[in-house]
């Protein structure tokens, strides 16, 4: 298994630009999430799915878009980049839609908006 | 801002023990988790508590829970070069699985 698996690694972008950010897990997990990390500010969330079809607004949804594509990928879509995006992105899945069960992350898309 | 608290900074001898602290807010979380995030990677599951439990040992880890100050620690024994990391306390807010951090905090081994 690769688990949580995201493209790209590395990307920069002008502001304006727009880009998705792909994220596939073959765990068979139900909820996936995105989250976005800054210095000194640890992870927040932008979005969630908590099952395939349905999806939510996180902490920071602000200038994204998400689309569960199906139970494996989930989607982050940049429409029109800003600086203030400049951030390195995580996806994470977890098994269970509801309950107790932990998140495993991707290994991350750093992201520089000029 | 952030509901979970943590000291940005540790430095710790190698062979000595490290005690990362956390704080947070939300009193109906039901489990707490350490992540560690090596430089340039993603994040690692270390350990988690669940809210009704007071400490839990995993071979070198120890975590404690202070439910009523809200308080989370986790220790590490004879800490190693490989422990350099940033360490994240996380608790879950609610049964669809939304965590939310602490800023992480830098813990750097020294010979």
């Known amino acids: 298994n690769a688990g949580v698996t995201q493209t790209p690694k590395f990307q920069v972008l002008k502001t304006g630009q727009s880009m998705t950010l792909q994220c596939a897990q073959d765990m068979n997990h139900n909820s996936m999430y995105w989250y976005r990390q800054d210095p000194g500010m640890g992870l927040r969330l932008i979005y969630y799915?908590?099952?395939?079809?349905?999806?939510d607004k996180g902490e920071v949804p602000n200038g994204y878009n998400v689309s569960r594509l199906n139970k494996r990928e989930f989607s982050l879509r940049l429409e029109s980049a800003a600086p203030s995006q400049t951030s390195v992105y995580f996806c994470a899945s977890r098994a269970l839609a509801g309950g107790h069960d932990t998140q495993y992350f991707g290994p991350g898309t750093r992201l520089t908006v000029l | 801002g952030e509901d979970v608290e943590q000291s940005l900074f540790l430095s710790v001898r190698e062979g000595d023990s490290s005690v990362i602290n956390c704080t947070y807010t939300?009193?109906?979380?039901?489990?707490l988790y350490w992540y560690k995030q090596e430089p340039g990677a993603g994040l690692q599951l270390l350990t988690y508590i669940f809210s009704n439990m007071d400490m839990k040992q995993d071979q070198r880890l120890t975590v404690l829970l202070n439910k009523k100050d809200k308080h989370l620690s986790l220790r590490i024994a004879d800490t190693q070069t490989g422990d350099s990391a940033i360490y994240f306390c996380?608790?879950?807010?609610?049964?669809?699985?939304?965590?939310?951090f602490g800023a992480g905090t830098q813990v750097v081994v020294t010979p």
């Open positions: 799915s908590a099952s395939e079809g349905t999806t």
């Open positions: 939300d009193s109906s979380s039901t489990y």
């Open positions: 996380a608790e879950e807010t609610d049964s669809w699985g939304k965590l939310q």
